[in-house]
Structures are given as C-alpha cells and as structure tokens.
C-alpha cells in the first residue's frame, strides 16, 4: 500500500533543489570538510544510476557523512547553522532514501540511526518551517522501512516513534490542508506494525482526536452536534456527491479513512476505541 508523496513536500523538495548552495563558502567557513564536500558532489546532481553506483561502492562512508561515527560529526550536526545545507541534504538524503534500498539498509543498521533528525523536528515552532517538515517525512521513510525490516522492533525506532507522532500530530491540527495531507500519510507510512499501532494508540489523545475532527467536519458535524453521515445514516458517496463539510478534500478524507482502517487491524489493542 503506497501513496504519492505530499505535492505540499514534492513542491518544497523541488524549490530547495533549484537553490544553490555555497559549497565552498561553507568549506572555507570549515562548517563542512573539504572530504565532506568531495562525497555530497559525487551524488548531487548526477544520473540516478550513477549515484547508485557510487553510493554502493562506499556506504560506509556515506552512511558517516549522514549519520556521523568514527568520532566524525554527521553533517546535519557541522552545518547546524547553515539552514541552508541542512534543508539541502534533507532533500538529498531522502533521494537517496528512494532510490537506492541497500543504502536504507545501511542507514537503519546504524547504531543511531534517528540522532540527527529528531532534533530538527523542534527546530522552529512555525509549522510551515522547511527543516521540520523536511525531517519529519525523512524520518518517517526511515522508520517505515525499520519496521518492516527488522524482525524485533529497536530500541532506537520505540525512542523515536512516538517523538515523530508527537511533531505529526501538531501538523494535524493545523488549518492547512497541505499539512493535514502529511501528517496522515505520514502516519499511514508508520503504521505498519502492531508495535507502531500500539505507540500511536498509547498516543491517542494527540495522534487519533485531530484525525476524528477530520471526519466530523468532514460529515458537517462538530464536537457536540450530529449529523447523518457521522450517525451512519448516510454515506460516503452521497455526502461527497452534495460536498464536503469544514472545508475537507476528498483526497484527505480518502486518507484519514486509511489510517482509520490501518488501526482497525489491532482489534484486541483499540477494543470499541474506534466507535
């Protein structure tokens, strides 16, 4: 089951693509090492099949340049006051996420694999703010392909899972429908696993509740008032023939329902919670 990413993160990720970056000023600054810069060049802007190549014939390094070791900061840490490069290698670093499955691997099989990210997601309380947003979806690729991959959930996924649903959860409570889109595809990328749904269960409060409001403005209903799509007397088709209620998209609606039927798998965890 995947979805097309957010267009509120494709536009975000293309915009930060075509901005240049001084890559020497930042050498010079020794924000960045002139061996950092040498690697983030042999990937950017080259074919797709030569980054690959390129990648997988020294992840090890890579993997250093991104998530740090070896007494070696990642570069999300050096050039923590170049907003800049970090929203740049946000952007990089999920290509690579996409493209290239063996260096996810690697990536996951860090000993910290998270670290550098978890941080930037209380960069600014602004929630349009590029960094957050663009490390939120980052994280959630990497712990989506976590929990698939690895039989026993880690320590470090069960540290960083319920952070990540914290930060979610604040985008959907936003009036913004390009953000309410993220956070509930985000979600529906991260509940994969009876663990995960667990975390988000045990969350509730801040994760299920905006979701509910969803659908109650959604059927034209608010907290305290009924109609006859939320009472079941309705259904989806005829209210979505007449419209929307609060505003909300079709395609919203199509994935809150999602993450809605994704819980509904854990019957002995949610019991009647979902009624």
Same mark, same amino acid.
């Given at each position: ?9 494709l ?8 901005r ?32 690959k ?11 250093? $340049? =991104? ?15 170049r ?8 952007v990089l670093?999920?290509d ?8 996810v ?12 990210f978890?941080p ?40 960083? =899972? ?8 604040a ?5 913004d429908?390009g ?13 994969r ?9 045990k ?10 409001d969803?659908?109650r ?11 006859? =799509? ?21 395609? $919203? ?23």
């Amino acid at each position: 089951m995947s979805l097309d990413p957010p267009a509120y993160i494709l536009s975000l990720q293309n915009n930060i693509r075509a901005r240049p970056i001084s890559w020497e000023g930042a050498v010079r600054a020794r924000t960045i090492t002139d061996a950092d810069l040498k690697k983030i060049k042999s990937i950017d802007k080259v074919r797709k099949e030569q980054r690959k190549q390129t990648i997988e014939a020294d992840p090890d390094s890579f993997c250093t $340049l =991104l998530l740090g070791g070896d007494n070696a900061q990642s570069i999300f840490q050096s050039a923590a006051k170049r907003p800049d490069i970090i929203q740049y290698m946000l952007v990089l670093t999920g290509d690579l996420v996409d493209d290239i499955p063996s260096f996810v691997s690697k990536l996951i099989n860090h000993s910290e694999p998270y670290a550098p990210f978890i941080p930037l997601l209380k960069q600014s309380s602004n929630p349009e703010d590029p960094i957050p947003l663009l490390a939120s979806s980052l994280l959630s690729s990497l712990i989506s392909n976590a929990l698939v991959a690895q039989n026993k959930q880690s320590p470090q996924v069960d540290d960083a =899972l319920p952070k990540l649903y914290t930060y979610t959860a604040a985008l959907a409570k936003s009036s913004d429908a390009g953000l309410l889109d993220i956070a509930v595809q985000e979600y529906s990328a991260l509940l994969r696993t009876s663990k995960s749904k667990q975390l988000f269960w045990k969350q509730r409060k801040e994760t299920l509740d905006p979701l509910v409001d969803i659908l109650r403005n959604a059927a034209g209903a608010g907290k305290d008032a009924e109609s006859t =799509l939320w009472s079941g007397g309705a259904s989806i088709r005829s209210a979505t023939e007449a419209g929307l209620g609060g505003g909300v998209g079709i395609q $919203l609606l199509y994935h809150v329902l999602m993450v809605i039927w994704q819980l509904s798998f854990e019957g002995r965890l949610v019991g009647k919670g979902l009624d």
